[in-house]
């Protein structure tokens, strides 16, 4: 018997389908190419926003066909939306026979045992403690590994939906994590990414993030670590020292501002005011010169006026971001910001959003453009997309990087002289001429 996995939304997602991949592997299951191989379809969704829920539904509603030239295929509901609807799912589409909550992986075997001798359609209880202590992650496709070092968060931003769903923030034990790191390291998995919705909170029996970077650096099967994503209200001194200090950690941080606005943060919700994002930029850019600072930013927050808009495009247009994810505020029932009653229309927080995305294209671009002529290490994962005579991979500062190459160099470390930049990507030539 075999599945299939199809994954939406963030890393920690991305994560947690390999992390089934390999619960299910270890049960004797197969893994399918394609769903059309599949005895099993298994959708890992998000719920970030009303949009990601409404189009996962709608590919499972049209997925569901197969069933007529398949019967005996299931077709199961995994992550966020499954944690969020629970039982509902099994009532309101009747394709689906499985809802399975990121608490309930382990569950996975037996609920699909279940369903081939009894034709059950099942779900389970969730357990917001779980973590995973005894599962591995099956890595594949890629040449840089996620590893989740926690779960859950407890900071509850106003328009957040991720607390609600994905339970109270629990770290995970170090060793496991070292081990995990170690075992990555030694399939291949040279460049790793520690997960979390706040890794900056880490803290397990006395360790906390700055003391797990420095253990994580010690593994010597791996030659890279980043981590994603840090909330800038817990992003310490004691952090950016070790980031500024620790070989193996890379020049880039993902640090999310949402706003620049005072009273727009407090009404998020984020803990800190747009002078202490700003001091701590600063701060990094002091500590690590050359490392790339990327954002989230989010526009038409519930009460937000066109002065408050226009702070948040100031402070990006004094930090030039090297990227950053905008998005137009998105209600989601069940949070704070949802009840306020100063919705902003929609034609505005569209508006908002076109100004920001034109601000940080020129900034990127001018940001990239700025990289022509430096060498950067290049972790090669991949043929690139357009011609298999080309190669592409990842700086240390996060950026991608095509150049020519064959594909015998693919998780090799490359120095490539930069040469062009368009859009997200920089081109170049290795210097090795291998
Ligand atoms: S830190 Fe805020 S935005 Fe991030 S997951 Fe937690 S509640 Fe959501």
Known sequence: MKFYIETYGCQMNVADSELVAGILVREGWGQARSMDEADVILFNTCTVRQHAEDRVLGRITSEARRKHAKPHLKIGILGCVAQRLGNSLLTDYPMIDLVVGTDQYLQLPRMLSMLDNWGARDSVETNPKQLYFDAHPLRQGRHSGFVTIMRGCDNYCSYCIVPHVRGHERSRITEDILMEVHHAGKGGFKDITLLGQNVNSYSYDGVGFPE????????????????????????????IGAMAELDKVCEHIHLPMQAGDDTILQRMNRGYTSGHYLGLVEKLRAAAPGIAVTSDIMCGFPGETEEQFQRTFDLMEQIRFDYAYTFKYSPREGTAAADMSDQVPEEVRLERLNRLIDLQSRITTEVYREQIGTVKEVFVEQTSKKSDEELSGRSRDSKIVVFPGHAGRISDFVKVRITEASGWTLRGEALDNE
Do not use: A
């Open 212 to 239: 797990l970077l420095v253990r994580v650096n010690k593994v010597p099967t791996i030659r890279r670590v980043r981590f994603i994503t840090s909330h800038p209200k817990d992003l310490s001194d004691v952090l």
